[in-house]
């Protein structure tokens, strides 16, 4: 089964500091890809980043940076110096095969970014 | 270019209507998909494309109609709807319908039923 798991539900964070956002998933497939979608209150899901399972590097875009560690089934979104247009809900989502290549996504989480 | 394009942006329909939600890419894609999202939860897959063949559907009422007229074009045509078909309907497309193939989303039509 595929399970993906956003345990925070809301993050409010002062602009300029740091925040992680935690994702967790489940799956039994060996070749797996792991998605981040940032969603606006205008309502459009914007990709963010793709990593699939044979790679673990970290990754870093400007002030987003992502940890993929296989170890614990955790890929972890962290934006540094937090700006008020980040302020959106984020869905980290798990696509393989034996999931019929459909997209699971978390329940989101939900950061405000206080000015 | 990734852009989806969704019309309208907005709908407001009664009971009984018939209306059509429109769904337009130009990335040659060939694989399309409808989520339905309501508020403050994930988007929920409906149905997805793949070569202008439905290949997946969700067990979605029939009131649910969806249709693929070419490989850029995505239709869902609604019938009947009732209050708690409300919701923020997703139109997304990939290369193909593949694991690592990145969707790409429109900005959705927000559906109110009356």
């Known amino acids: 089964a595929q399970k993906v798991t956003q345990a925070q539900t809301e993050i409010s964070v002062v602009e300029k500091e740091d925040v992680t956002l935690d994702c967790v998933y489940e799956t039994r497939d060996t070749t797996y890809y792991l998605f981040w979608y940032k969603q606006p209150p205008s309502g459009e899901l914007v990709f963010l980043i793709r990593?699939?399972?044979?790679?673990?590097q970290n990754e870093i875009s400007g002030r987003y940076s992502w940890n993929f560690q296989k170890s614990t089934s955790s890929f972890n979104f962290t934006i540094t110096a937090s700006q008020v247009v980040d302020s959106a809900v984020y869905f980290c989502a798990l696509s393989s095969l034996t999931g019929a290549n459909n997209l699971f996504f978390g329940t989101g989480t939900r950061l405000t970014v206080i000015p | 270019d990734t852009e989806v394009t969704q019309t309208p942006k907005h709908l407001v329909m009664g009971m009984t209507n018939k209306k059509s939600l429109k769904c337009e890419q130009h990335m040659g894609h060939r694989a399309m998909y409808w989520y339905k999202q309501k508020a403050k939860k994930p988007p929920e897959l409906m149905f997805v494309?793949?070569?202008?063949?439905?290949?997946i559907n969700e067990s979605v009422p029939s009131r649910f109609s969806p249709e693929c007229p070419n490989s850029s074009l995505l239709n869902l045509h609604l019938h009947a709807l009732q209050p708690e078909d409300s919701a923020l309907y997703l139109c997304?497309?990939?290369?193909?319908?593949?694991?690592?193939?990145?969707?790409?989303f429109g900005a959705g039509t927000r559906l109110s039923v009356l």
């Open positions: 997304a497309s990939s290369q193909d319908a593949v694991s690592r193939n990145i969707q790409y």
């Open positions: 990593r699939n399972s044979f790679d673990e």
């Open positions: 494309y793949s070569y202008e063949k439905l290949s």
